[in-house]
């Protein structure tokens, strides 16, 4: 979900011309959408965009989703696999097609259960809040570095939250969680947290669990 968070804030809060980190974000994620709609290809010219937006229309009309968002097909060359950002938007790279349907569609609802609670936009606001727009740029990178264990934290949960909403939509569709369980269980480094997301071994435990609950 929030992956360069880190990064791009620690970067850049020791820059001369600084700017708010909520606003930093915020922009760097604006950029990185442009960038990848440079990779965006037409659904009408291709097979597997197609495929992608016909899934993500019942996806979304299955999860009772009646917002618009926009949704960005890249060529598989494009850097990202599955990202939303900001502004009710989801770009999602081409070579989701490769994997079972059940993963698919359970991608396509995990990344709509981050906009449908606007995560993104949350965790802006928590960085708005919470780092004084006037201090100094040492007295923020302080605040930032105290806020990092209380964001990780509010990051896993956006994870566990959408995955939890992924599972309950494919369910909701006659889907298995068979194959996406298999499929969490089977991402590098699975058995490890990092910042923005909890280990995908838990992630697959939970959503197992979770499924039992429907039996």
């Not at 949350?122 to 919470?130: C, G, P």
Request: hydrophobic share 45%.
């Amino acid at each position: 979900l929030m992956r360069i968070i880190t990064f791009i804030i620690a970067a850049l809060l020791h820059t001369v011309a600084f700017a708010h980190p909520a606003d930093v974000l915020a922009n760097k994620y604006s950029q990185y959408l442009e960038q990848l709609r440079l990779y965006e290809v037409s659904p009408q010219e291709n097979v597997e965009a197609r495929k992608i937006v016909d899934a993500f229309a019942k996806v979304k009309a299955a999860a009772g989703i009646d917002f618009p968002v926009t949704l960005i097909v890249t060529y598989r060359n494009a850097d990202v696999f599955a990202q939303s950002f900001p502004g009710e938007a989801i770009v999602i790279n081409s070579m989701l097609v490769d994997f079972p349907e059940e993963v698919m569609v359970f991608m396509l609802a995990h990344e709509l259960g981050h906009v449908r609670k606007r995560d993104l936009a949350k965790a802006l606001s928590f960085y708005a809040e919470q780092i004084p727009r006037d201090a100094t740029v040492p007295a923020q990178q302080e605040q930032f570095d105290k806020l990092q264990p209380q964001m990780t934290a509010f990051s896993h949960g956006f994870e566990f939250d959408a995955d939890a909403f992924a599972a309950t939509t494919l369910v909701s569709m006659g889907y298995s969680l068979k194959q996406p369980i298999k499929f969490l269980s089977s991402l590098p480094h699975g058995d490890t947290d990092n910042v923005t997301h909890p280990a995908s071994v838990e992630r697959a435990k939970r959503v197992k669990s979770f499924q039992k609950s429907f039996l």
